[in-house]
Every structure is written in structure tokens, then in C-alpha cells.
């Protein structure tokens, strides 16, 4: 199963592409969308959606996995994150891609054993996982990676194809 992880937000989206079978990964490539501070939110969120589309053109992932939105003290930018995260939905939806949702404490406790694991943690189980010969730049590539990985270990399982049917 090919899987895209997506960490949200509106300046940095990132991204990574994980092929998941028998237990065994296989990364497929990760990197970042980024949009200019200066330029205005409608033209930020294209740019996101073409970046989003590109991607799902190239690796024809099966499922998607993104994290859930966490807002913190500043909801002006929980707010642009779920803009940007909506339309990062929006596109995988109508290109046919399945979405999941995860939340960043599933995501350690997947990842890491630990659900308040510190990132650190999670950038050095990422790269072990995944075989990578150095941890993935930005912070949020390797938190995408996480998302994919977190799927891969939850999402197929059958307890959870049985949820999602439901």
C-alpha cells in the first residue's frame, strides 16, 4: 500500500510517500510545499492544492494520512492551517484518495511507544524506521513521515478496516 502523510499547514506542508508491505517500508520520497509569507491566502492555498495534486499524480498513493488539527493558543493560525488543511482534503477527496485522520498523539504513540514524546524522538524513530541515512528537513517532513507511518501501523490494521466501514 502506498501511503501520502501530510503535516498541514499554510506556509509549510509536509509531505511523504511510504510504500507499506509485509511489515516492510519502502520511502518513496518527502520533502516540502512552501508558500511565501508576502503573498496573499487564496494564491497561498493554490499553490498548495497544485502541490497536493502533483503529488497524487506522481506516487498514486492509495490512502492519504494526515493530522488532525491542534489548536493551540493562536487561533489565527489554527485557522489558516485549516484552510490549508481543507483544501488538502478537498484535493485528495476528488482525485479519488482516501483520507485518514490522526492525531499527533496518535502519531507518537505510534511512532515513539510514547504518546508525549518529544520530537526529537519521533525525527530519530522516523529515520530509523524508514532506513533514511539522515533525519528528514524540515521538522515538518519528518512529521508527515510519522503520519504515514503511524497509518501504516494503525490504519491497516483490520480491526481498523472494520471501523472504517462502518
Known amino acids: 500500500m502506498i501511503i501520502l502523510g501530510i503535516d498541514p499547514?499554510?506556509?509549510?506542508?509536509?509531505?511523504?510517500?511510504v510504500e507499506y508491505s509485509g511489515s516492510h517500508f519502502t520511502t518513496l520520497g518527502y520533502g516540502s510545499i512552501e508558500t511565501p509569507a508576502g503573498m496573499a491566502t487564496e494564491q497561498r492555498l493554490s499553490l498548495?492544492?497544485?502541490?497536493?495534486?502533483?503529488?497524487?499524480?506522481?506516487?498514486k498513493p492509495e490512502h492519504m494520512a494526515i493530522e488532525e488539527l491542534?489548536?493551540?493558543?493562536?487561533?489565527?493560525?489554527g485557522i489558516r492551517v485549516a484552510e490549508a488543511r481543507g483544501v488538502i482534503i478537498m484535493c485528495a477527496y476528488?482525485?479519488?484518495?482516501?483520507?485518514?485522520e490522526y492525531t499527533p498523539l496518535q502519531v507518537k504513540q505510534a511512532v515513539v511507544g510514547y504518546g508525549?514524546?518529544?520530537k526529537?524522538?519521533?525525527?530519530?524513530?522516523?529515520?530509523m524506521f524508514l532506513g533514511l541515512k539522515q533525519p528528514p528537513k524540515p521538522d515538518d517532513t519528518a512529521d508527515a513521515l510519522a503520519i504515514a507511518v503511524?497509518?501504516?501501523?494503525?490504519g491497516t490494521s483490520r480491526l481498523a478496516d472494520y471501523y472504517n466501514k462502518k
Do not use: P
Open 120 to 127: 526529537k524522538q519521533v525525527i530519530t524513530m522516523v529515520t
Open 116 to 118: 508525549r514524546a518529544e
Open 150 to 154: 503511524c497509518h501504516a501501523h494503525s
Open 94 to 100: 476528488r482525485m479519488g484518495v482516501k483520507t485518514f
Open 48 to 59: 498548495i492544492y497544485d502541490g497536493i495534486k502533483k503529488l497524487i499524480e506522481t506516487y
Open 9 to 17: 499547514g499554510l506556509a509549510i506542508v509536509g509531505w511523504g510517500v
Open 70 to 77: 491542534f489548536f493551540n493558543t493562536n487561533q489565527t493560525t
